[in-house]
């Protein structure tokens, strides 16, 4: 079945670094199927270059690699401070190995062989996550609350508010869907990177630390809403 081409602007760029030529076909096939513009190298080098000239939605980075190792490139574009979300693609599968990519600043790791379903989804799960992070301008407000982006500074009432980094990006993501209902599998998924979802308290967790930092009355809070049976809402 053919599917509609997504408009110019929609279209998310990829870059796929796998020096094994009919997987780099293969991943290059699947990827401009599901609408994605794709550009394909065999070496870390040349994603390292293709990445300096050109902005990506995603990496898709295979490890054993000539030259340059996948952990390698990894480690110099998280040190240059380059953001794009990487996916690690490896057939290594100790422990060791996916702690150490995760460590150097990858995003999520896939085990070769791979379902191609899967790592579609993966894929799709970590351009939405990219897509919530813009946030036009560098700050944004509401109420007595202040978010500074690029300094990751929150201030109330003038006052630096100490957030961890993940509670950062829950406040981010929050007002990033502000006046909308997000569900605790959404934010599961969006903000903690769980690709598979289970029954867990910690998202309540989060939200209760985020009001006790942020709202006047924490028990009865006027900017995070709880919406029974489904999530949270940001009122702003």
């Not at 870390?44 to 000239?53: F, I």
């Not at 109420?143 to 630096?160: E, F, P, S």
């Not at 990177?193 to 289970?198: D, F, H, N, P, V």
């Amino acid at each position: 079945m053919n599917r509609p081409a997504p408009r110019q602007d929609e279209v998310r760029h990829i870059l796929v670094v796998e020096d094994e030529p009919q997987l780099r076909s293969m991943l290059t096939d699947n990827l401009e199927f599901e609408g994605y513009s794709v550009t394909a190298v065999a070496s870390g080098e040349e994603g390292l270059s293709a990445l300096a000239h050109q902005a990506f939605a995603l990496l898709l980075l295979d490890v054993m690699l000539p030259g340059m190792s996948g952990f390698e490139v990894c480690q110099t574009l998280r040190a240059r401070g380059t953001r794009v979300p990487i996916i690690v693609l490896t057939a290594r599968t100790h422990e060791r190995d996916r702690v150490k990519g995760l460590d150097l600043g990858a995003d999520d790791y896939v085990s070769k062989p791979f379902s191609v379903r899967e790592l579609l989804a993966r894929v799709r799960a970590q351009v939405r996550r990219d897509d919530w992070h813009t946030i036009p301008g560098e700050e944004f407000s509401f109420g007595d609350i202040v978010v500074k982006l690029q300094q990751r500074l929150v201030m109330r009432k003038g006052r630096r508010v100490a957030l961890s980094a993940r509670e950062f990006e829950l406040l981010r993501y929050l007002f990033a869907h502000r006046n909308e209902v997000v569900s605790r599998e959404q934010l599961l998924r969006d903000v903690w990177g769980y690709s598979q979802l289970s029954i867990t308290r910690t998202v309540d967790n989060y939200v209760a630390k985020l009001r006790t930092q942020l709202e006047a009355k924490p028990h009865e809070p006027r900017y995070i809403i709880t919406v029974h049976g489904t999530g949270y809402q940001l009122l702003v």
